[in-house]
């Protein structure tokens, strides 16, 4: 593959959440050639009620809101993304590029920042596939639109995400269930304070789910609590049961260095797809501007701008 090809570029960043967004400002100010993919500008940040531990933000900023800036800097530094859902990435032995397999293209670049995030952990519930395909389901909010039929939502989970969408969707007038299946609650006790004190919001503890049917229009969910079976009967339903490193487009041979964690020089992975238990947007952010920092380094630009 000759540099001159359209499709070629020097970096190639897959990912427009904080960390690949942070990627690409700071290899602009470099002045690299670069291709940024990305299936949702702005990443989960989409999802965030109210980001309290941004720099910069002394009241907090909503996830949409901060999306909508981290927009206007790429429009002000004329950096445009390419929206695209990337199916396949390989770089075999002795190859010289990555290879970026899109739904509607395909790309080689010397360097490859792997910034896709994590995608939503499901129940494996009976019933939980139809409910998704009729949009009773959903793992994200940032799809949701209130109607005034919908009176009544069950949030599934015990962590930040579902205390926080619990918080967003109390908004509306709708009657919330946060559903956790331990007494334990995962989630930062600022915000469980807040989901205790908001008549809205009710959560109930040691509910272990069994099935989820929908029943004219409504969501049946079948349940065992203090060992007795109970149904419940929802508008809406969220699962916020955690999240998994989304690396299912590597080859095998990447997703070998992913898994053990092999430093390159030409390949790295960024944010929340390797940040484990440390999933927070100023990390994610600080990836993206030392990964750009690594690759400006690299003896290949360096020789390029001499
Ligand atoms: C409800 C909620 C509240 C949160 N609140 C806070 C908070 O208050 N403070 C805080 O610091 N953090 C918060 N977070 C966490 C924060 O949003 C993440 O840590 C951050 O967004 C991670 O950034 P990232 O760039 O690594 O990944 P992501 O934001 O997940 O971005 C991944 C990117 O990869 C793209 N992608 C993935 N797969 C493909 C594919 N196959 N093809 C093309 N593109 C693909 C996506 O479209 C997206 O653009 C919150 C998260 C949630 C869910």
Do not use: W
Request: proline share 2%; hydrophobic share 35%.
């Amino acid at each position: 593959m000759l540099k001159s090809n359209q499709n070629y570029y020097s970096v190639i960043i897959i990912g427009c959440g904080p960390a690949g967004i942070a990627c690409a400002i700071q290899l602009k100010r470099s002045n690299i050639d670069f291709k940024i993919i990305c299936k949702k500008f702005g990443g989960i940040a989409n999802n965030a009620n109210n980001i309290e531990n941004l720099l910069g933000f002394p009241n907090g900023v909503s996830g949409q809101t901060f999306v909508s800036l981290l927009k206007q800097h790429f429009e002000n530094l004329s950096i445009q993304f390419t929206k695209d859902n990337i199916q396949n990435i390989s770089k075999e032995n002795g190859d010289e590029m990555f290879h970026i397999k899109c739904e509607n293209g395909e790309y080689y670049s010397k360097f490859l920042i792997i910034a896709s995030g994590t995608i939503p952990k499901k129940l494996n519930l009976l019933g939980e596939t139809e409910l998704l395909e009729k949009n009773l389901l959903n793992y994200d909010i940032f799809n949701f639109s209130y109607q005034n039929t919908i009176k009544s939502i069950a949030i599934v989970g015990s962590g930040d995400a579902a205390y926080d969408y619990a918080l967003n969707l109390a908004k509306f007038p709708v009657k919330i269930d946060i559903l956790q299946r331990s007494e334990e609650t995962k989630c930062l006790p600022l915000l469980q304070k807040r989901a205790q004190d908001n008549s809205n919001i009710n959560i109930i503890k040691k509910i272990k789910l069994k099935s989820l049917i929908e029943d004219n229009n409504k969501i049946k969910l079948k349940a065992i609590r203090e060992s007795k079976e109970e149904t419940r009967y929802y508008d809406l339903i969220f699962v916020t049961v955690g999240r998994s490193p989304n690396i299912t487009f590597l080859s095998d041979e990447l997703y070998k260095i992913y898994r053990n964690s092999i430093n390159l020089s030409h390949l790295y992975f960024i944010g929340d797809v390797k940040n484990k238990h440390y999933r927070q947007i100023s990390i994610s952010m600080g990836d993206g501007v030392k990964s750009a920092m690594k690759i400006t380094r690299n003896p290949f630009f360096r020789k390029k701008n001499e």
